[in-house]
């Protein structure tokens, strides 16, 4: 005879059984980003729940790190360690292309052709996400890298207006200086990206796109100590000799650098277009607005935009490529996006999103975006990494106070080896 406590553990079986699929039958999907934080940190834990609740059948395992630890060493080292995510976050360009060369990403194009989901994003999201013509990654967000962000109370107390030259914009710093203020909060601290990429928009500007591009390519001929790059980098260093920016770029980060914009420390801040929805969240009060970089006596298109196209990618050995598929669908839905770009003012990939913006500056980034004649690759998402980081610490050194040319010799140096 069963006792009572087999017959109750027999009737609580059955039970499990009848009820569909249990946690042990779920298909685990690990999902690794580098969203930790902010409005859109918010959004995506909604929209997860929401996947999770309408497929029962799939349990998404996040693995988020900060976007340095991430860029640099956290998504390689999964991959290196035979964890790879089913799923993972990257920027567009030369990181797709890496995980393309080293075998990492599977093919999209066939999944994106079923159902017409490809004709669901903005045609110009494909360049980043495709390589040799074939498309690996799921276009996610479009990002202006770095815009010049302005405390607009500030700017109508003393009627200044946006710069459109660069001299116009010198003469704006030092009318704020005069006045008391800090122009520029900038915080540099890490991997220099911040600074770097506004230095690498400043090279395009100087020395032309073509240019810009065979330079970080390491194209024979080039060198970061051409006239022209010692000549951009040395904008950056007047600006520094003149005061204009807080003390300290590079020993605080991004992040102490926004907060001391919002609190109205510094009247400028040079970032990208994801301030809008960290100013949703820590400064929903302040009254600003923002410009690109203006124009430079140069050889570049004056028009240009820094950016690119984030997105996310399928690892090519994952054993649940339809189950990721089905994720990203609805992560990358017309409502999901909607209700993302509602929560966070950032620019989707996805066509019929627009309108869904609250927010007003929204309507400048996508101004910018159109009026932009060439988007402008970053370094750290569009060149080898080590060439970048070898740009971006002599951009570091320019913010320290070191002479342009002696800085990017010593990044010709540091990167000889690859040429």
């Given at each position: ?332 839905s017309v409502e999901m996006q909607r209700y993302r770009v509602e929560h966070t003012g950032e620019i989707s990939a996805v066509r019929g999103t627009g309108d869904a913006a609250v927010d007003p500056r929204f309507e400048l980034l996508v101004d910018i975006t159109e009026a932009a004649g060439t988007t402008v690759a970053p370094p ?40």
């Open positions: 005879m069963r006792t009572i406590g087999q017959m109750l553990f027999i009737t609580c079986l059955l039970i499990l059984l009848a009820a569909g699929p249990t946690l042990a039958d779920a298909v685990v999907l690990d999902f690794a980003h580098a969203t930790t934080g902010g409005a859109w940190r918010e959004a995506l834990t909604e929209i997860i729940r929401e996947f999770e609740e309408s497929h029962p059948d799939i349990t998404i395992r996040e693995n988020a790190m900060k976007d340095e630890i991430y860029e640099t060493v956290g998504l390689v080292s999964l991959f290196h360690a035979g964890t790879p995510p089913d799923v993972y976050f990257q920027w567009g360009g030369w990181l797709v292309e890496r995980d393309v060369s080293e075998g990492w990403a599977a093919k999209l194009d066939e999944e994106l052709a079923r159902d017409s989901w490809k004709d669901s994003f903005s045609s110009a999201a494909w360049d980043d996400a495709t390589v040799g013509g074939e498309i690996y990654m799921v276009p996610h967000g479009m990002d202006i890298t770095n815009l010049v962000w302005y405390n607009a109370d500030i700017f109508a107390r003393y009627d200044l207006q946006e710069p459109e030259t660069w001299e116009e914009f010198m003469d704006l710093c030092q009318t704020l200086k005069d006045a008391g203020y800090t122009p520029i909060a900038a915080g540099n601290k890490g991997v220099g990206w911040p600074m770097g990429n506004w230095a690498g928009h400043l090279v395009s500007r100087v020395i032309g796109e073509s240019a810009y591009d065979d330079l970080l390519k390491l194209e024979e001929g080039t060198s970061f100590s051409d006239p022209g790059v010692v000549e951009a980098l040395g904008l950056l260093a007047d600006m520094v000799d003149r005061g204009f920016f807080n003390i300290g770029v590079n020993v605080i980060d991004a992040s102490e650098a926004r907060m001391s914009f919002f609190m109205e420390q510094a009247v400028m801040h040079p970032i990208g277009s994801w301030l809008v929805s960290s100013a949703r969240r820590d400064a929903p009060e302040l009254n600003y607005a923002g410009f690109d970089t203006p124009a430079i006596d140069g050889q570049g298109d004056q028009s240009s935009m820094i950016g690119l196209t984030v997105g996310y990618m399928i690892a090519a050995d994952s054993p649940h490529f339809d189950e990721a598929a089905k994720f990203l669908r609805h992560l990358t750290d998402t569009g060149y080898e990494l080590e060439v970048a980081y070898a740009f971006y610490d002599a951009a570091a050194k320019v913010m320290d106070g070191i002479d342009p040319a002696q800085a990017l010799q010593e990044a010709d140096e540091a990167i000889a080896h690859l040429r």
